[in-house]
């Protein structure tokens, strides 16, 4: 399948805050990740390299030694093992859209659906 409406891509919820959506290639993955107000991200690292695009809402997010506020229009960049997180801050939801290569296999081990 080469084209994807967004719409029609099932939604996972994750958390009581976080919900997302996945689309996956063959050596990349792309995820939309929609994260409730105050909602911490908590500080990981793995061994794909991340590239991620904030759509909409605030978050405080630390990037190995780097710290920022990232909002729309933020791009970050994380390489392979380096340590990052944050915290979702503002009123409204964080829209996020993350990039990984290799993909994200840990993502598709389904949890049980509610
Ligand atoms: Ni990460």
Redesign the pocket.
Known sequence: LHFHNLEEVEEERISPGVKRKIITGKDLMFVLYEIAPNQGLAM???PHE?LGYILEGEAEFIIGEEKTVMKAGTVFH?PPNVI?GGKVIGEQPLIELDVFHPIREDFLKKPEKK
Do not use: F, I, L, N
């Open positions: 990981h690292k793995h991340q994380v990052h």
